[in-house]
């Protein structure tokens, strides 16, 4: 190695460690540098400078947690992603109910970002080294901001496009009307019905959805009702009403369209929240075959989320066979039908690996041929008859005769995770 890559290297090795020194000297000091940044913002932007202490305490810990969060991923050296601005989202929607102008939500950022910068350069001194090191954060500061800011901008005009207010009588009037099967007769209610494209013979699904997270509170449901109320196909207008605890959605689709891509963006969108902190349940029904089959569809979507258990995620019964349906929605008196010795095959068989559960559900996809089965689990014909006769032996069930099959995928859909 060469005097000049040794040198090279070594003052490589010594801009990393003094980087490291400014962002831990800044992380030490980050509550101090957070009152700076608030008041900054405050005394720059009038619409905070009128904003009064509850709004100035709310900005400061804003300025905090992304202060925090920039500090963190610049000593990780790594970009930003979405579960990183966790915080972004309810603070968007914050601002865009108190009426804030987007530019002035925007530029709370830029002063923010120039009171972190001056402090960053305060703590590099004029050392050579120092110098160097703040040159060597230009970049991923600058990557940090225009993707926070980015992000900010986007849900701020996302919820501001579905300009939720606390007086949102007309949806809720509207919805009561629709669940209970009926279009509204005449008026604002029916003229409002035909802006989301709801008519009396329209093809809707019902998508109802909950925080799985308790401690979750009104912020946060209507920060998902504006996510949400983007999902429609084609740029349809979405009807989205929250509702004490629970969020409503009905997306209309057109005469040909794939209900199934309407579970895909609504997952999409549950995906995207996930990542921001906002963990939902949703639950997503048939498709109704117009208003009137609106109260059966909302019931179908209600218990398509208790199927998730509490947990978060997305229950679509239009990716449901009719037999995985009856499956999750089976009672207790079900799994008491369920052979003991069939029942314990399963405990053990779930405790070893599941390998012999794997090699059956495998054989019913093969269409009961070894041969593929084999080839599916890459294994030998031979290994693939041993394990369906060890199954045979085990349970007292022939994977090979229709009626113990059957029974066997039974009792395996019934089984716990």
Known sequence: MTTAVTEALA????????????LSALLDDVEALADSGALAIQREIVAYAQGGDRLFTDMREQVLL????????????RGARLEDLYFVRKAAMRRARAGFALEDYINAFRVGQQVFWDALLERAGASTVGHEAALSLVGPVMRYVDFASTHAAHVYAEFQK??????????????????????????PLLAAAHAYR???DARIIVAT??????AAGSDALHAASAALARAGLRGAKTLVVARQAEIIVLPTLGVDADPLKMCDRLEAVGV???REGIPLAIGIS???GGVGELPRAYLEARAAMECLGGGDGVMALPRLSPFQYLALRADDTARRLVDPRVRAFLDEDRARGGVLTTTLRAFVSADLNVRVLAQRLHVHPNTAHYRLGRIKELTGRNPRVIGDLLELVVAIALSPR
């Open 11 to 22: 003052d490589a090795q010594e801009i990393r460690l003094e980087r490291g020194r400014i």
């Open 66 to 77: 992304n202060y925090c969060t920039k500090l963190r991923l610049l000593l990780e050296d």
């Open 162 to 187: 579905y300009a939720f207010v606390d007086d949102h009588r007309e949806q809720r009037d509207l919805l009561e009307h629709l669940l209970a099967g009926e279009m509204p007769a005449s008026g």
């Open 198 to 200: 709801l008519d009396a």
């Open 209 to 214: 959805a909950i925080s799985s997270d308790r």
């Open 272 to 274: 995207r929240l996930r």
């Open 286 to 288: 048939t498709v109704a």
